[in-house]
C-alpha cells in the first residue's frame, strides 16, 4: 500500500502547488502547452525514425560496403526491437513509474541514436538499432499517457489530436530530412540530428514533470514467455532477413532459423495460454472481431510500410533520383492524412466503422493498382508522386477505425491488452513486410532482368543499331545492360505492386468478418 502511493516524478508527498498545476494534478495555461509541445516532441522524434533512414539505405549500404538489401536490417531491426519492447511497457511503468520509464527510455533513445552515428560496420549499426528500438518502444504509449494525465478531462480529445498529429506528420518530414542529410552531410548525421533534440526534451521534462505523480505497482513479469517471444521472434526475422543471400532452405543455417522459430513459437502459444500473467495475453484472440480487426491492421500496414522502405530504393538505385529528390517524392504521403484525420471521429459517429475500414483499405489497394499500371523506367517525378498523394486518403480512414473495432470487440479489463497486443502486431508486421517484400521486389527484378535479356538477345539490329551511333560493341553492350536492369527493375516494382494490391484487398475484405461496433463506441487513438 505504501508503494502505492509513492512519487515517480521525485515530487515526494506534498500537494501540488506550482504555478501551472491544477489541484488534481493536471496543468494548465503556459505549463500545459510547454508539456504538451514536449511530449508531443519526444513521440515525433520516435517515428522520425521509422521513417527517416528509408531513403538513407543506399547512402548507409554504400558507406558500409554492404548490398541494398543488407541495408534494409537497419529498418528491420528497429521495429523488431520496438514490437519486442512494447508488451514490456506496461510492466516497467507499473514498476518502476510511467515518469521514471519515460525518461530513462529518452536517454537511451539518445545514446543509441549517438551510438548509431559512430557505427562503422553493418554488425554495429544493427546492434545499436536494436538498442534503439527496445528504448523508443515504450516512448510511444507512455506519452501518451502522460499527456492523458497532464490535460483536464475536457481536454483529452484535444491532447490525443496533438499527439496524433506527430505520427502523421513525422512521417512526412521523415523522407524529406533523411533524403538531405544524406546527400549534404553524411547519413551518420540521420542519428546524429536525434541528440541535441531528446537532451532538450529530457531536460524540460525533467523540470515540467517533476511533480507528475503515478501509483508503483508490484507486478510479476512473465520471464519465461517474454524469452521464448525474444527467441521465436528473432529466428524468424533472422530467417526472412538472410534467407535470400544464403538460398533460402539449400541453407543449413536457414532451416535451424525456420525450425526454432516454429518451435518456440509453439511453446510461446501454449505458455501464454495458461499463464496466469502473460507477457502477451493471448486470450483476447477469442473475440471476433479483435481477430478481425487485428489480422486486417497488420496485413494492411505491414504492406503499406514496406512499400514505404521499397519505392525510395528503387527511384536512387533505378531512376537516377538523389536521396533528397526520393525524399520529396514519398513526402506528399501523409498530405491528405492531415487534412482528413480531424473528420475521422465525425465520420465514424456517422458510418459503420467497417465501412470506413474498407474503404480506406480498398482505396490504398486502388493507389497500389495505379502504381502498377503507370509506372515504368521512364515515369516522370508528378507519376511517382500522384499515388502516393492521394493514398494519404486511405491511411486517415483505416487505422483509427480498425483501432476502434478492435478495441469495442473485447471486454473493459482487456482494454489495456488489447491496445498493447494490437500496437506490437502493427510494429511486428512492419519488419516482416518489409523483409518480405524487399526480398520478393529483388527476385522479382532478376527474373524479369533474364526474361529481358533473353529478347534482347535475339535482336541482333539493336546491337547494329548502336554501333552506327560510333559505339564500340563493348560500350553497345554495357549501353543495354545498363537498359535492361532500369527496365527489370521497374518491370519487378510494378509486379510488386500488382500482388500488394491483392493483399490489401484480402485485408479489406477481412473486416467483413468483425460484428458491428456499438455507435456508442467512441474513437480510440492508434499507437
Known amino acids: 500500500m505504501a508503494g502505492a502511493a509513492t512519487a515517480v516524478g521525485g515530487g515526494g508527498s506534498r500537494a501540488a502547488s506550482s504555478s501551472g498545476t491544477n489541484p488534481d494534478g493536471t496543468f494548465s495555461g503556459l505549463k500545459l502547452a510547454l508539456a504538451g509541445f514536449v511530449l508531443a516532441m519526444a513521440n515525433f522524434v520516435v517515428v522520425l525514425d521509422t521513417t527517416i533512414a528509408n531513403v538513407s539505405v543506399p547512402h548507409i549500404s554504400g558507406g558500409l560496403a554492404v548490398s541494398t538489401s543488407s541495408g534494409t536490417w537497419v529498418i528491420t531491426s528497429y521495429s523488431v526491437a520496438e514490437a519486442i519492447c512494447v508488451p514490456l511497457t506496461g510492466w516497467l511503468a507499473g514498476r518502476f513509474g510511467v515518469v521514471r520509464v519515460f525518461l530513462c527510455a529518452l536517454v537511451g533513445f539518445g545514446v543509441f541514436s549517438a551510438l548509431c552515428g559512430l557505427a562503422t560496420s553493418l554488425p554495429m549499426l544493427v546492434a545499436f538499432r536494436l538498442g534503439q528500438g527496445f528504448s523508443g518502444g515504450p516512448l510511444m504509449p507512455l506519452s501518451q499517457t502522460l499527456l492523458l494525465r497532464i490535460f483536464p478531462k475536457a481536454q483529452h480529445p484535444k491532447a490525443m489530436s496533438m499527439w496524433a498529429m ?58 519465461v514467455g517474454l ?79 514496406a512499400s514505404v522502405v521499397v519505392i525510395p530504393q528503387w527511384l536512387q538505385a533505378s531512376m ?170 521497374a518491370v519487378g516494382t510494378v509486379h510488386l505492386f500488382a500482388i500488394s494490391g491483392v493483399a490489401l484487398m484480402v485485408a479489406a475484405c477481412t473486416i467483413w468478418l468483425a460484428p458491428r461496433p456499438s455507435k456508442a463506441t467512441k474513437p480510440a487513438s492508434g499507437h
Open 166 to 223: 506527430t505520427v502523421v506528420v513525422a512521417p512526412i518530414a521523415g523522407p524529406i530530412l533523411g533524403g538531405y542529410i544524406s546527400d549534404n552531410w553524411s547519413w551518420n548525421w540521420i542519428f546524429y540530428i536525434n541528440v541535441p533534440i531528446v537532451a532538450a526534451v529530457f531536460f524540460a521534462l525533467l523540470v515540467l514533470l517533476k511533480d507528475v505523480k503515478t501509483p508503483l505497482r508490484k507486478l510479476p513479469i512473465d520471464v
Open 227 to 305: 524469452a521464448l517471444l525474444v527467441i521465436w521472434i528473432a529466428a524468424f526475422q533472422m530467417m526472412l532477413d538472410l534467407g535470400h543471400d544464403r538460398d533460402w532452405f539449400n541453407s543449413t543455417f536457414i532451416c535451424a532459423l525456420a525450425v526454432i522459430a516454429a518451435i518456440f513459437f509453439c511453446a510461446f502459444v501454449i505458455w501464454e495460454l495458461t499463464e496466469s500473467h502473460p507477457v502477451v495475453d493471448l486470450a483476447v484472440f477469442r473475440h471476433r472481431g479483435f481477430t478481425a480487426a487485428t489480422f486486417a491492421l497488420s496485413l494492411a500496414f505491414g504492406t503499406y510500410f
Open 320 to 489: 537516377g533520383y538523389t536521396a533528397t529528390l526520393a525524399g520529396e517524392a514519398m513526402a506528399p504521403s501523409g498530405v491528405l492524412a492531415v487534412f482528413m484525420s480531424p473528420f475521422v471521429p465525425a465520420l465514424m459517429k456517422r458510418f459503420d466503422a467497417r465501412v470506413l475500414v474498407f474503404v480506406g483499405i480498398t482505396w490504398l489497394a486502388i493507389c497500389a493498382a495505379i502504381r502498377a499500371f503507370i509506372w515504368s523506367g521512364d515515369s516522370t517525378f508528378m507519376q511517382i508522386a500522384m499515388p502516393q498523394l492521394i493514398q494519404g486518403w486511405g491511411v486517415s480512414l483505416f487505422i483509427v477505425p480498425l483501432t476502434t473495432i478492435s478495441l469495442a470487440s473485447v471486454r473493459p479489463e482487456e482494454t489495456a491488452s488489447a491496445a498493447g497486443i494490437a500496437n506490437f502486431a502493427r510494429t511486428l508486421a512492419g519488419a516482416i513486410g518489409t523483409s518480405i517484400i524487399t526480398t520478393m521486389w529483388d527476385d522479382m527484378g532478376r527474373v524479369d532482368n533474364a526474361q529481358l535479356t533473353g529478347t534482347l538477345n535475339n535482336q541482333q539490329r539493336t546491337f547494329d543499331m548502336l554501333q552506327s551511333h560510333g559505339m564500340s560493341m563493348e560500350a553497345a553492350r554495357d549501353s543495354l545492360a545498363q537498359l535492361v536492369e532500369t527496365q527489370a527493375t
